[in-house]
Nanobody, 121 residues
Framework: QVQLVESGGGLVQAGGSLRLSCAASGSIGNIDAMTWYRQAPGSQRDLVAAITWDGSTNYADSVKGRFTISRDNAKNTVYLQMNSLKPEDTAVYYC???????????????WGRGTQVTVSS
């Protein structure tokens, strides 16, 4: 069984910073792409940033230059450093990981339960 658990959310003033973490645990064979999404109330879930197993990254235009995604493969963990936060960054942040379970010949997308980020003006 594979689980993803996010942490690091909270309440911050505009211009502040937060660092989110998402740790994968369980019967993990290998992890390919790891991705952060966010969903504001009444909105769809949008991609924020993604990183491949070898460190290639991709960002939504709205966060380029402010957010940085990174990963520690030894810890099966992905991070999202968020700087210069704006009220419009307020959302529940979810991580997704493409994981091949141990002894499996297939890979699946696994999701965490999300962590709330609230940016006050």
């Amino acid at each position: 069984q594979v689980q993803l658990v996010e942490s690091g959310g909270g309440l911050v003033q505009a211009g502040g910073s937060l660092r989110l973490s998402c740790a994968a645990s369980g019967s993990i064979g290998n992890i390919d792409a790891m991705t952060w999404y966010r969903q504001a109330p009444g909105s769809q879930r949008d991609l924020v940033a993604a990183i491949t197993w070898d460190g290639s990254t991709n960002y939504a235009d709205s966060v380029k230059g402010r957010f940085t995604i990174s990963r520690d493969n030894a810890k099966n963990t992905v991070y999202l450093q968020m700087n210069s936060l704006k009220p419009e960054d307020t959302a529940v942040y979810y991580c997704k990981a493409h994981i091949r379970p141990t002894r499996a010949s297939y890979a699946l997308n696994y999701w965490g339960r999300g962590t709330q980020v609230t940016v006050s003006s």
